[in-house]
């Protein structure tokens, strides 16, 4: 739980955050192209159940992170989530054909460019913390006073 790193890890939670939130809500605004839609697409069994825990994953943990709450924990879902996307969408760019003509790797390098910008700032979040400027630091700060005041009465 520990969350005293510098306060300047906002700007990394509110980029991963935000970003994992706003997805989360587009497969609900256009399940056709970003929810069951997409997910049938690809050849995702199951499509709307997937698509809706997939957005609802995104919604819940991307609040979380946002607001850093329960930061560290939130990451996880994330993680596998972000790799499970570029493993079942990103790698297929690599295909002749690529990604809108660009064959191979760099096609798919363009492409997934935001996915690996996300599981790189997940993983700085999981091993950093949420920082100072966190829920995760007033509550750890409040039970560190609270044991503090309990202690020398």
């Known amino acids: 739980m ?3 790193g510098s306060p300047a890890v906002i700007c990394i939670r ?10 989360g809500i587009q497969k609900f605004l256009y399940p056709d192209k970003l929810g ?3 997910f049938d697409k690809i ?4 499509a709307t ?3 809706d825990l997939d957005g609802v994953v995104e919604i819940a943990c991307g609040a979380l992170v946002v607001v850093g709450l329960l930061t560290r924990l939130a990451a996880v879902p994330l993680l596998i989530d972000i790799s499970l996307a570029i493993v079942l969408t990103k790698s297929r760019e690599l295909r002749p054909g690529g990604f809108q003509g660009v064959q191979g790797f760099w096609g798919m390098a363009h492409d997934a460019r935001t996915d690996f910008a996300m599981l790189l700032g997940l993983i700085f979040l999981l091993w950093a913390g949420p920082g100072r400027w966190s829920l995760d630091a007033r509550l750890t700060n409040n039970a560190h006073a609270v044991r503090n005041t309990a202690s020398n009465p």
């Not at 509110?14 to 997805?23: M, N």
Request: proline share 9%; aromatic share 14%; charged share 15%.
């Open 43 to 46: 050849g995702i069994p199951a």
């Open 36 to 38: 069951p839609g997409r």
């Open 2 to 4: 520990r969350a005293d």
């Open 49 to 51: 159940f997937f698509a």
């Open 14 to 23: 509110l980029a991963v955050g935000l970003v994992f939130l706003s997805e």
